[in-house]
Structure formats: structure tokens, C-alpha cells
DNA sequence: GATGCAAATGCAAGCTACTTGCATCTAGGA
DNA sequence: TCCTAGATGCAAGTAGCTTGCATTTGCATC
């Protein structure tokens, strides 16, 4: 958590180039708002609130709640974030979708697809990433007992994390 | 989905001796309010939500909101009823816990903890229950991946109904 | 570099889904 | 039958978005 050298940076002047042409890509205009919204994803890899980063945002130069939300909707639109709910939070939870690079190319490769999963402490309620996932056999179970075809799934966890054990 | 004999029950005067027997052992007051709530989710064995509740018990008579509300929380709290959020829905549903009776024993048995997963059509928005759980080997993966100790979990799926396809 | 327009922003108002306070009523034990 | 903790109805309050509108701005084009 020491902030080494310009590691802490505050709000960027650009994001990574993929990301830009990621943006442009799915017709999303640049703007420094966005630069700083999506910035935040890619500092802290963590799920945000619209709230949180709201937050988050305006220890630098203020920007509107309704600005932030709007930006999310747009980033989800172009399939660079996901959103879920967690049980027993009121809150819309959004976390980036980066794409499936290193991984052992197990799904199709269609661009962005790693999604991930979550685990909430009961207790200090730290949402952390996991990067397990739904095996293929109980998809198949699912689509055999409800007659559904299964488009998407989400898997949350809730539990003590290793500080409040 | 036909009513057979005296089979559509529109609301109960007493609820099966279990249920209110589980409802006094969870300092719960049995009212004529709460067999009516109850009584829904015995007869619909689905999700509800709040208002699809309030809606439904307001075809008989009237039943205030907030009764329902803290009805669904009193349920709640002495652990008949479980609450989980669909991505994508703003509401709360709500489920029944059935005790875990005829299934073969592969939970610890501590009354009810027959919890179940939800798949819900992303074209018509039923949701349907299933039978279906996380695998054993999966929550170990969990537990060692994030230093958390797993005590619940969700699992939703999205996808498209038999009659959607 | 100047121009035009679709899209983004700020501000304020509106909406949905709860959630709570309070006075009154009632289930259920004494 | 009586008492009291807890349930109810009614109304007001709150959180978390969500939208309308006038203004500004990114960026493709000239």
C-alpha cells in the first residue's frame, strides 16, 4: 500500500491505448471524465459502487454523480464492465471485463470474456475477486433440468475473510 | 397448472402444524397476515418479491405493504425465507427454505438448509428454481484461492426459457 | 486551424423499492 | 379474563439510481 515514486497516479491525461481504442471501438466518446472513471477500474481492481467512485473521483476535481453513472452505463454498453448485485447490499456492484489474454484458452476467445466471481465478508464486507469458475458439466446439468439455455451466470460467495476469522 | 378439487386455496385459516410450529420456535406471532404470506409461498413454491406478494395478497383483501415488508423480514430472520438479488432486477426476491427432508444427507442437517439456485429468462423474465448446487470441490478451490471461510453462497443463472427459444 | 453536430456534462427533479416512526390493536402466555 | 410484547395500518422518510433539459465539448470534416 506505499505509493513508490508516480505510482499513485491521480487522474491520467490518457489510458493505455487498448483501452482508447476499446472505448472508440464501442462508440464511446474520450473524455476526461471517462479517462478518470475508467482509470479508477484500472488502478484498483476491485468492484466499485457508483457511490464509491463517486467518492473515489471527487477527492480530485468534482464531478457529477449523474456523469459517473451515466459514463458506467455507457463502459457496460461496450462490454468493457460487468454489473451484479450482492445479497444483502443495495448496491449495483461494476467490474471490468478485461479480456481473456493469458488465460489457457478455454472459452471462446471472443474479445472480452473473463468474467470473474465474488466473495463478500460478513463481517468488514471486502468484496474480493475470485477467479474460480462454474465447471462446465453443472452448466450442462442446469440446461437438462430447467429446459433453459444458459446465457450467463454469477456466482457469489459470502464468508469470513482472513482478517475476521 | 389446473385446479383440482378444493385444490386453489386462497387463504388459509391455519397453515400445515410444521410450518407454525416453526414460526413459534422463531418467536414469530402467528396472524392472520403472516398464514396468508406464508401461505403463498406454500402454494407458489417460486420467488416472490415484495410487491408481486403485496399484489397477490391483495386480490383477497387488503394487506398493507409494510406488513408484508416486515412479515418477509420476520420470516427471514427466524430462517424460513432466504433473500437474493438477480443481476440486472432492482427488486428482492424471496424464496421458501425448505427443510432439507428427503434428500440424501449430503449437507449437515440443521433443520432447514435446503437452499436452492435461480435461472432466469433474459427474454420474458420468469424465473424458474433449481436443483442444482455449487460442487463440494468447487468451495474448497474457494476457500484456498481467497483465504476466506465460505458460509453461503449464491448462483444465478441468465439464460433463455423453453418457450423463448 | 475552423466548423458542425452528435454525444457528454451539470444541475435539478423524479422514480422505485424499500424502511421507519408512531398510535392502535391483538396473539397468546399468566 | 387480563397484560404486554409484538403486529398492523398509515404516513412520512431514505437510498440509490434515472431522466429531462439546456449547455458544452470531442472529434470527424472541411
Chains 1, 2 share one sequence.
Not at 3 to 11: G, M, T, V, Y
Not at 64 to 77: D, G, H
Not at 78 to 88: D, K, M, Q, S, V
Not at 128 to 133: A, N, Q, R
Request: with cysteine.
Amino acid at each position: 500500500m506505499k505509493d513508490r515514486e508516480a505510482k499513485k497516479i491521480p487522474d491520467r491525461e490518457a489510458l493505455p491505448p487498448a483501452w482508447e481504442e476499446k472505448l472508440r471501438s464501442g462508440k464511446v466518446k474520450v473524455t476526461p471524465n471517462r479517462r478518470r472513471v475508467l482509470g479508477r477500474f484500472l488502478d484498483a481492481d476491485a468492484p466499485w459502487t457508483l457511490k464509491s467512485l463517486h467518492r473515489a473521483l471527487n477527492e480530485g476535481e468534482a464531478c457529477e454523480l449523474s456523469s459517473v453513472y451515466r459514463a458506467l452505463s455507457a463502459f457496460r454498453t461496450a462490454g468493457l464492465l460487468e454489473e451484479f448485485r450482492l445479497p444483502g447490499k443495495r448496491e449495483t456492484y461494476y467490474s471490468l471485463l478485461r479480456p481473456s489474454a493469458g488465460r489457457r484458452g478455454q472459452g471462446k476467445s471472443s474479445g472480452h470474456d473473463h468474467h470473474h466471481h465474488h466473495i463478500v465478508c460478513q463481517d468488514c464486507g471486502t468484496v474480493s475477486h475470485l477467479d474460480v469458475c462454474v465447471p462446465t458439466a453443472l452448466l450442462g446439468r442446469v440446461e437438462d433440468a430447467s429446459g433453459f439455455r444458459v446465457t450467463e451466470h454469477h456466482l457469489e460467495f459470502k464468508g469470513l475473510c482472513g482478517a475476521c476469522r
